[in-house]
């Protein structure tokens, strides 16, 4: 807290008023504003820097891996390259194997902060702990020599309601898909645990982060699996949870910077991706590997829907890297807006209106806002019993008027 407010109020109590002897306060006020103008654009830069530089480690990627667009004849499989394209395609029976894709942009209408981001405040306070980046906070080797920071600032926050949240429409529109048969695999980067909360089932999901519903242990020789209802206890008591066979730290099963994804995600993939008739992305600008070059490991003709509130990065990061080389970079990405598009659609929108256009395309919405309302009074109802009435999460009803378009 202290660490939070020092930049702006620091000098006020000190020598705010010596130090304004010479000064008239209007000149000072400018200055601290000026200053938070340069960091505010400073920050701005840093962001887009870490977008150019993901957007070019994965146009390495696919350099390396050799272009995936093989020299066969393409089809266009949709009748048009519109979101109602895509809805006759499914209406037609001419999929069976979805697969969904989903970054934190899913999540965001429940409420959870996309803590990995630089812009949501969660690394507003890491300054008194003195990392060395702000992603050390997820960071294997620096969780394993200090795990403090992970455990104090407010990722605490986030994983301690883990379970409080409720699922959004577009996480129903899935469950939905795997209801009627038509869903193959449900690839998460998420770690809230939504899209199980939301009953997409658990063998149609693959949790490519991970997930803080289950923890254990980090001796080498112990790794003893623990709850998060039990590790809430340790932490909300303000300590750092530790073994009691080993006294080792224990840590959340979820990918921390520095660690490979599961097995268990290659082999799906390996498995899927090749029978994919329908690719659908959800709320990620496919800025993190492997994740991002999914979207080619899909058939050909296979098309590609992205909902999401903003452009894909791959395609800012050609534009940017492009523009600077003065060529255009035709690496293989989602081609919704280039001449030759053949299968790619996107909607850039939330995914919950996304997701209800869709739905409402294919006759499904009264259906999907039913489904909504019933598990959301279910999850109230639970969460009344627990927490007798302390929270109420009404964005639920608010999102079943919002995307009526
Ligand atoms: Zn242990």
Redesign the pocket.
């Known amino acids: 807290m202290q660490g939070g407010d020092t930049a702006a109020g620091g000098d006020d109590g000190k020598s705010g008023s010596s130090a304004s002897g010479g000064l008239n306060s209007e000149a000072i006020n400018e200055a601290l504003n000026a200053s938070a103008d340069v960091e505010r654009k400073w920050k701005e830069m840093e962001n887009k820097m870490a977008q150019i530089q993901a957007g070019v480690a994965n146009m390495l990627v696919q350099l390396v891996a050799g272009p995936n667009e093989p020299a066969e004849k393409t089809q266009q499989l949709l009748d048009e390259l519109t979101l109602q394209g895509v809805a006759k395609y499914i209406h037609d029976g001419k999929c069976r194997n979805i697969i969904t894709m989903v970054g934190a942009g899913i999540s965001t209408s429940a409420g959870i902060p996309d803590f990995r981001s630089k812009n949501t405040g969660l690394y507003d306070n890491l300054k008194e702990y003195n990392l060395p980046s702000p992603s050390s906070l997820f960071s294997i080797d620096y969780f394993k020599k200090n795990p403090e920071p992970f455990f104090k600032i407010r990722v605490r926050d986030f994983y301690m309601k883990v379970g409080e949240y409720q699922p959004t429409p577009a996480h129903y529109f899935i469950k939905m898909l795997a209801d009627k048969g038509l869903l193959l695999r449900h690839y998460t980067q998420n770690i809230d645990t939504l899209d199980t909360r939301a009953g997409i089932p658990e063998d149609k999901t693959v949790l490519a982060h991970g997930s803080f519903a289950s923890w254990h ?1 980090l ?1 080498e020789d ?3 699996s623990y709850t998060l209802e039990w590790v809430k206890k340790i932490v909300n008591d303000d300590k750092i949870p530790r ?1 009691t ?4 730290v224990i840590r959340p099963d979820i990918v921390f910077f520095g660690e490979s994804l599961s097995a268990n995600f290659h082999e799906s993939v390996e498995q899927d991706f090749g029978k994919c008739d329908l690719l659908i992305i959800l709320g990620t600008s496919l800025s993190v590997q492997p994740f991002c070059s999914l979207i080619n490991r899909v058939p050909v003709n296979t098309p590609r829907l992205i909902i999401n509130k903003d452009k894909p990065n791959d395609t800012l990061a050609q534009d940017a890297v492009g523009s600077f080389l003065g060529i255009d970079l035709q690496f293989p990405s989602l081609l919704f807006d280039k001449d030759d598009n053949y299968r790619d659609v996107a909607y850039i929108g939330t995914c919950d209106d996304g997701c209800y256009k869709l739905a409402s395309l294919l006759g499904w919405q009264d259906h999907l806002k039913r489904m909504v309302e019933k598990e959301h009074q279910v999850t109230d109802e639970a969460s009344r019993g627990k927490t007798h009435g302390s929270k109420c999460h009404s964005h639920g009803a608010n999102q079943l008027e919002g995307p009526s378009k």
Do not use: H
């Open positions: 242990c001796g112990c790794k003893t073994c066979k080993c006294k080792s």
